[in-house]
């Protein structure tokens, strides 16, 4: 078994992680730290492990079981990173690999829900997405975009004041958020909204369309990936905040064009339809000063 594991490339690898042995007794000291990389990998066999070890030393790499295994341990360890994002992202991988089980037969994987690796696994590595999403799903980042009055005014006039293009149409939102683009296309006369978001917003949009019967028993949240989800019928109109930093940040742009190929019919509507970037060269001494010191340094 060992063998095999050492075989496996390694995945979502963690360098500088110090870790120490913690002391059964009662004060709970911990033995000296080691300084090594931590890294997660799957057997041929389907099993899935946490490694720790020196990427130049590996018959002193050590593992233990994270998947379905009810050994007991014996020992514990105490596990310290460089940085609290970097202590985050390692946790996200952890729960992830937990929920993972490898297919019977084979040492590939599939996740809890039984979907094939879809186009957006191909495009954003495991743990950047959990981050994502996990970014995505806190309230407090919600409401600053709601906040945000010129994005939220100019999305609500650009729906009511298109309330023709809304009134009896099947509309999809793609990455709803906090459904508030679902809520505007209700409003503006939509037969029915399917609104899709992936984080853990899902929740709370539910919550939000819930306490709003007027117009929220013409909405249904869909918590999922755009390029996952079924819908049960074609969409006449898109709508989505799809755009990032310089337009292209997140890669947002690329699941809605997903969702066009997916479930917009051939003469559909996108909101937004066309987006520009603008470029300007400009110079700035202390700006070029600084990045050039920072780059000297290291």
Not at 21 to 39: K, R
Request: with cysteine.
């Amino acid at each position: 078994m060992e063998s095999a594991l050492l075989q496996n490339d390694r995945k979502c690898e963690f360098p500088g992680v110090s870790v120490s042995h913690v002391s059964s007794s009662s004060s709970g000291e911990a033995s000296p730290v080691a300084v090594v990389s931590a890294w997660f990998a799957a057997d041929r066999f389907g099993g899935h492990f946490l490694w720790f070890g020196l990427p130049s030393l590996p018959s002193s790499a050590i593992h233990t079981d994270i998947g379905t295994s009810k050994k007991p341990c014996s020992k514990a360890l105490r596990i310290g990173f460089e940085t609290e994002d970097i202590c985050k992202a390692f946790h996200l991988t952890f729960e992830l690999w937990k929920q993972k089980r490898p297919r019977t037969g084979t040492g590939a994987f599939e996740n809890r829900s039984n979907v094939l690796k879809c186009k957006f696994d191909d495009k954003i590595e495991a743990t950047s997405a959990l981050m994502y999403f996990h970014y995505y799903g806190q309230l407090l980042h919600q409401q600053n975009m709601l906040q945000d009055y010129v994005r939220t005014g100019t999305y609500f006039a650009a729906v009511i004041e298109n309330c023709a293009d809304f009134n009896g149409r099947i509309v999809v939102d793609v990455g709803a958020g906090s459904s508030i683009l679902s809520l505007f296309a209700a409003k503006a006369g939509a037969k029915h909204v399917y609104a899709i978001e992936a984080s853990e917003m899902a929740d709370y949009a539910c919550r939000l369309v819930a306490g709003n019967p007027s117009i929220g028993n013409r909405i249904t949240v869909i918590k999922g990936k755009v390029e996952e989800v079924e819908l049960p019928e074609k969409a006449d109109i898109l709508i989505s905040e799809p755009m990032g930093t310089l337009l292209v940040n997140e890669r947002m742009l690329e699941s809605y064009i997903i969702a066009r190929d997916r479930f917009l019919i051939p003469d559909g509507k996108m909101f937004p339809s066309i987006g520009r970037i603008h470029v300007a060269p400009f110079s700035d001494e202390s700006l070029h000063t600084e990045i050039a010191i920072k780059l000297f340094h290291g």
